[in-house]
T-cell receptor
């Protein structure tokens, strides 16, 4: 199947810092999604991107759909303790399924 | 806010037994999915379902797996003869259209012993 490379694998930051994570693919995607997962819970959709170059914000979160359609990034500004969790990117090509990245584990020190 | 509901939240089963995982997707959604997540690993696609038939399935979704929409609201995943390696979180998801962001349920943790 398709491989999504998500980085970094984990991050340890201080409360108030900005965070950036990204995903790259060898294939073109038509849709990029960003999810957050808390322990024992299902992923929760944060941002959906449907067009190359699209830049979308959701509160302190901003995500972009790369121009090449092979990458996406997620930024979190002014992090707070409740941002702790695992962030997953997911991409969909021409088929009715999403491929997920391996996740970025975010730790925020108060 | 509408939710995808999954039951049970945790199921323990003996190897070789059949299990049925249940999901109630959001009522106006037309596309339904099952994904699984082995502990500490990424979320993996199993199957997508639209218009009462499977539209995509992964290599994980072999003959031991089946899905059904027995009535207008439930969407089930059956594993016919469970193996130890089937132990994982199983997530149901639904969307209005193909390509839309999914709404995931909170998952069923399946433990095969």
């Amino acid at each position: 199947g398709q491989q999504l490379n998500q980085s970094p694998q984990s991050m340890f930051i201080q409360e108030g810092e900005d965070v950036s994570m990204n995903c790259t693919s060898s294939s073109i995607f038509n849709t990029w999604l960003w999810y957050k997962q808390d322990p024992g819970e299902g992923p929760v959709l944060l941002i959906a991107l449907y067009k190359a170059g699209e830049l979308t914000s959701n509160g302190r979160l901003t995500a972009q759909f790369g121009i090449t359609r092979k990458d996406s990034f997620l930024n979190i500004s002014a992090s707070i303790p409740s941002d702790v969790g695992i962030y997953f990117c997911a991409g969909q090509g021409n088929f009715n399924k999403f491929y997920f990245g391996s996740g970025t584990k975010l730790n925020v020190k108060p | 806010e509408p939710e995808v509901t999954q039951t049970p939240s945790h199921q323990v089963t003996q190897m070789g037994q059949e299990v049925i995982l249940r999901c109630v997707p959001i009522s106006n959604h037309l596309y339904f999915y099952w994904y699984r997540q082995i502990l500490g690993q990424k979320v993996e696609f199993l199957v997508s379902f639209y218009n009462n038939e499977i539209s995509e399935k992964s290599e994980i979704f072999d003959d031991q797996f089946s899905v059904e929409r027995p009535d207008g609201s439930n969407f089930t995943l059956k594993i016919r003869s469970t193996k130890l390696e089937d132990s994982a979180m199983y997530f149901c998801a639904s969307s209005v259209r193909n390509g839309d962001g999914y709404t995931f349920g909170s998952g069923t943790r399946l433990t095969v012993v």
